[in-house]
């Protein structure tokens, strides 16, 4: 794949030859992680190829409209199926870097099960990573090369009667932040406790796509960068809160099935005859036990925390984080009505 160059007056430009031009550009990128896979540089590729599987699909879908003709939908759906594949390997790599940070905390009896849960999700990371290297491996090459074929020519119609020029980029852009903003803020607004967790998951990701949105501008547009950073500080908010419900549906999982084994020994001794006080306190799994209790009370307490700062900087219309998102959207929107020609200062690559 040729290298695609990014046009110093892409804001200017027809709104679908700049997407085109973006999505290739992350098309590139994302085949650029795939070759490092083949070479063995593992860690680095996967999360680069995340990356940018995630813009990629990102302009895409939040620019369909500016598009001409429709993508190949078997395409669309290896390449959604593929971005899918990635998320529980990186779900665990994030867990065990949380449960690493209190090892040291913790008492002598409560790390069995602290170990225990560290290496299932351990085992979890690098079976799903050996997965998803072999369907990039495998499957990438061929999805890049359908959809290369269709983004980097496109047919123009004319109608010389009533000439028309079509929308810019910048005008494009405007009215996706407009649509997607309104998103992000009413599913922000649905978030009420820290048990509102499909609807926190929601605007996680709804901020996300707001981001995503509005970082391709920042090297024309100034005013880009600040809802930028704050969309980014609440999207890791809102990470960090999935993060911990997904570890806590893992904790209750492990949980469970102690208690089932204990069930079960009971039931075996007591077919065996009478039960003695030592066989009724069975220690099936007690250290293990320990330390999954130990590490849901350290998961509650970090939850608690996250979701009061939610709260306090972002939930509500008077919330301070909000508020300044707002305004800093208000900013790019203006901004965005009279675009520069040319980029600020020097060239800047498209964002990474």
């Given at each position: 794949m040729t290298a695609v160059r990014i046009p110093a007056d892409l804001l200017k430009r027809p709104a679908e030859e700049a997407a085109r031009r973006l999505a290739l550009?992350?098309?590139?990128?994302?085949?650029?992680?795939?070759?490092?896979?083949?070479?063995?540089?593992?860690d680095e590729a996967l999360h680069d190829f995340r990356v940018a599987l995630r813009r990629l699909r990102s302009i895409l879908r939040s620019h369909r409209?500016?598009?001409?003709?429709?993508?190949?939908?078997?395409?669309?759906?290896?390449?959604?199926?593929?971005?899918?594949?990635?998320?529980?390997g990186r779900d665990a790599e994030v867990q065990l870097v949380w449960l690493a940070s209190f090892t040291d905390e913790l008492k002598p009896a409560e790390r069995a099960g602290h170990r225990e849960l560290t290496r299932e999700l351990a085992q979890r990371r690098d079976e799903s990573y050996r997965i998803v290297e072999r369907e990039i491996v495998r499957d990438f090459?061929?999805?890049?090369?359908?959809?290369?074929?269709?983004?980097?020519?496109?047919?123009?119609?004319?109608?010389?009667?009533?000439?028309?020029?079509?929308?810019s980029f910048a005008a494009a852009t405007r009215e996706a932040l407009t649509r997607s903003a309104g998103?992000?803020?009413?599913?922000?607004?649905?978030?009420?406790?820290?048990?509102?967790e499909t609807a926190a998951h929601a605007a996680r990701i709804a901020a996300?796509?707001?981001?995503?949105?509005?970082?391709?501008v920042v090297p024309w547009i100034g005013a880009a960068r600040r809802p930028v950073e704050l969309l980014?500080?609440?999207?890791?908010?809102?990470?960090?809160?999935?993060?911990?419900?997904?570890?806590?549906?893992?904790?209750?999982?492990?949980?469970?099935?102690?208690e089932s084994k204990r069930a079960q020994r009971l039931i075996e001794a007591t077919l065996d005859g009478p039960l003695t006080p030592a066989q009724e306190r069975v220690p099936v799994g007690r250290r293990e036990r320990s330390g999954l209790i130990a590490v849901a009370r350290r998961l509650g307490a970090r939850r608690s925390e996250l979701f009061l700062s939610l709260a306090q900087d972002w939930l509500g219309e008077g919330a301070p984080r909000r508020q300044a998102l707002v305004a800093a959207l208000a900013e790019l929107d203006r901004s965005l009505?009279?675009?520069?020609?040319?980029?600020?200062?020097?060239?800047?690559?498209?964002p990474r």
């Open positions: 550009v992350q098309l590139e990128r994302a085949a650029e992680s795939r070759k490092q896979l083949v070479d063995g540089d593992r409209s500016t598009f001409s003709v429709e993508f190949p939908k078997k395409a669309l759906r290896r390449l959604a199926a593929l971005a899918a594949a990635t998320n529980p090459a061929g999805i890049a090369e359908e959809l290369a074929e269709r983004l980097v020519a496109y047919k123009v119609a004319m109608n010389l009667e009533r000439p028309a020029r079509p929308p998103e992000f803020l009413d599913r922000l607004g649905q978030v009420e406790s820290v048990a509102d996300k796509r707001l981001r995503y949105l509005a970082e391709p980014k500080e609440v999207q890791d908010l809102l990470g960090e809160l999935r993060d911990g419900q997904l570890l806590a549906a893992l904790v209750g999982q492990a949980l469970a099935e102690f009505a009279a675009p520069p020609r040319r980029r600020l200062g020097r060239a800047v690559p498209a």
